[in-house]
């Protein structure tokens, strides 16, 4: 932003006297002298232009009426000397006022052809106003350098070519071409998605965030990057400083993964785009590589960040040279489907990075929710993975399983029917198992069907590389070159269903730049053509925002649609539904939920589809509501306030010397930034773990016990333990183990993090609970990883058993939720049909009455007429009675 001097101010007065003008500049500076209007052009005469300086294009435009600023001719007009274009709108810095919005401008036919370039050549903004619904089309960047005055040895001089910002920008039918330093062709930079404007620099007095005003975080950033070539990244030295920022595109950083960035990058060429090993880098959540073809890239699409990325129909063609791969995975619920992998060779250069498919078992916190503002810059746990249909031909380590020293998590999802060949004629030297990895033990420690779930998945042509019933050895199937073509298609037995289903996607050749690939004025070499294809066909597009997993309470949620095209919405379960059911371009759609009274949670969906006659676009939304949390079917024992019973009886040992307070009572003090520390024994030879460390708490009743659910510290590895009880004494005889329920040792899952609890239903009852804790394991709980056991909370849910005064099983009641907020009670039946309802106070006086139905499981209660407060609830049949305690609450 700036102030608008009272010159411009004049020719902004000037400019809105009317609409669809055309202004003719030869002086590319000439550009920012006006605010343009809806359906406005402007000219730029052929010419060499060494200009070195920015310009800036700022307008209002609409969908109708876009905003065009382009060469006189396509490729007329070339920038030498490295010019720098920023688009976007303004705003009064003294008032406020919105004089350009920076949308719907459109940037055409233009090259740039050497010169030097700058830290970001091209920018979607002008300072903090940022384009919206703006596009750059036909234009190529070509060789821009560095100068000889900035270079420095040892340090790559990181240039950006093109900087997207804002929101719904498009990048297509662009050519990239002989980049040589670092820095990315194209970089989607999400910093200022996080949070609305007005985007500023903090003022005096504030902290570094005082900018910061609300949470856009979830909010669909919707960028397309499609049909461009992409050509001749040279590859940067890995020893130079800011070599690992020289990826062809990156979507996001480490800072940015938990945006809903939802960046479409499709139908795109790479040719020799080697810059570093990660051709694409995905920082960032919900985007997709769809119908992209790769030849000769030293690297792979790594999604190195941020969850639900979606890699379809993509075509990774190696061509036999050392470095190229196909895709790297990391993180969580992506799905990865009908890919076709060919010829990617990696046995010098990278080689544990760059494989068909390379799994990362990581220990950061996965899928970050949009709202929050914790992320992690190392390797993400990979869970809920989706590897379908995918084909691997001629590729060494078809699937390659990566572990380091702190990355050693199992892998979770679903690998299913992919086809991996290798043709009789392949080099015995670079033949490789199905499955491999940069340890002996890799595929053991993160990779085996104990987390992934392999089914129907066939090869040919090489030895599978470990057990597992996952995949069929198929010497039937054929593989049949296609005629003047480089890639197979299959015949024989077993082949069907498996493998990528390519449709009618074929991969792009050389040929084909010039000509509805990259820019229409030059060919693949970046000769100047002058019978290439200008025009350009945007692709048709339906893109949904996302929900990030719902609670359980009945509610309703927006979500965006925005479409280039007709479409009709349509709700596939009977607990969603939808207040806009068609429609044609963008809209606002309202999703309503009903309760989910379930304690597991719930999947659902919404299918868009496009209206016949176009692309037949299907999207579908997936709607996942969480179940009741355990903790509101049962009552908790030691709540934490005061009058509570529950006390810490002994310990075996605790670390509090020398100012250390790590003490047992922590585990009770509500506050999980308190942890009981103690450090066990050392392992006795032969065997995994010693004899424990342990805490007895005294319940001072006995409880019937559904439920204890214990919190740790944020340790990456997780911590081993058991649980015994006792009705009667402490002695070690008195008690009985109950966790784990299998084996001799429970394995905690929420590492990482210390705000999260592990729970454990049970049904037993006791009056004494010993914890005993034998410190920290690897994933497959038989190695200790350390004697040290941090325990930050331990919670105990259940009911005394002096209030039942039947002996029947408290499970066939449950009552949710508890605390109850909303004035509705549930109850569940679980075998026994009970009569009647009744709800006490404290001090045993009746407060609601209410005759149950027998021939229903589940019944409401409404209690919205009941203050806040402590009650019971009785529920009885002749002489069954069971009483539970409920917690009213109004907030």
Known sequence: MKKITTFLLFLFTLSTIGQNMTYNIDDPKDLQKT??????????????????????????????????????????????????????????????????????????????????????????RNSYDHARNSTIQNCVMDGLGVDINDTEIGVSEKHNWIQMYGYFNTVINCSFMNKVTSGNMI????????????????????????????NTSCNTVGHTISNNYFYNYQKVNSSYENSGDSETIRIGTSSNQNIHSGTTVSNNYFVQADGENEIITNKSKYNKYINNTFRRSRGSLVLRHGSHATVEGNYFLGENVDGTGGIRIVDSNHTITNNYIQDCITIIDQAKWNNGITFMGGKAAAAVDCNSSSMSNGYQKSENINLSNNTIINTNAPLFYNVNTDHDNNVTGTISNNLIYFTPSYPAEKLTPVISGDTPTSYSDIGTNAALTYTGNVYTGTTLGATNTGFEEKTEIIANLIPNGDIFTFSGTGYEGKGADMGAYTPITDDMVGYGIGACFTNNLGVNIFDGDCSIEIPESIVISNLQPLSNAEANYDITVNANVGWTAVSNNDWITIDISAGTGDATISVSVTQNTETSSRVGSITFTQVAGGSDIVRNLTITQEGISLTDLYNLINTGESGDLVKVFSYSKQEDKEGKTNIATNTLDKNFNTVWAADDDSVPTGDYKSDGEYVIYNLNDEYKLDLIQIATDDKADPYGLQIWVSTTGTDPSDFTMVLPTSGDLLITTTTGIREAYDQYEVSTNARYVKLIVFGRFNGTAD?????????????????????????????????????????????????????????????????????????????????SSISEGLYFVEVKKGSFRSVNKIVVSKQ
């Open 35 to 124: 605010f343009y209007q809806p359906g406005d052009h402007i000219i730029l005469k052929n010419g060499i232009y060494d200009t070195d300086g920015r310009a800036v294009f700022m307008g209002s435009g609409t969908a109708e009426n876009p905003i065009v600023f382009r060469a006189e001719t396509p490729g007329g007009v070339i920038f030498t000397g490295g010019m720098q274009l920023n688009i976007g709108g303004e705003t009064d810095d003294t008032t406020g006022e919105i004089l350009a919005t920076g949308e719907y401008l459109i940037v055409d036919g233009f090259h740039w052809k050497g010169g030097y370039g700058s830290s970001s050549v091209i920018e979607f």
């Open 187 to 214: 970089l989607v930079d999400l910093a200022y998605n996080e949070w609305a404007p007005p985007h500023r620099e903090p003022e005096e007095g504030e902290p570094d965030n005082g900018y910061q005003t609300v």
């Open 783 to 863: 190695t200790r990883k350390s004697q040290w056991s941090n325990i930050s909370e331990i919670e105990f849910y259940g009911t005394s058993t002096t209030l039942s005064t039947h002996d029947f099983s408290v499970n066939n009641i449950i009552l949710f939720p508890n605390p109850v907020s909303n004035g509705l009670l549930y109850l569940n039946k679980q075998s026994i049909d009970f009569d009647e309802l009744t709800i006490y106070n404290v001090s045993g006086k009746t407060i609601l009455t209410k005759k149950l139905n027998s021939s229903l499981k589940k019944e409401s209660i409404d209690i």
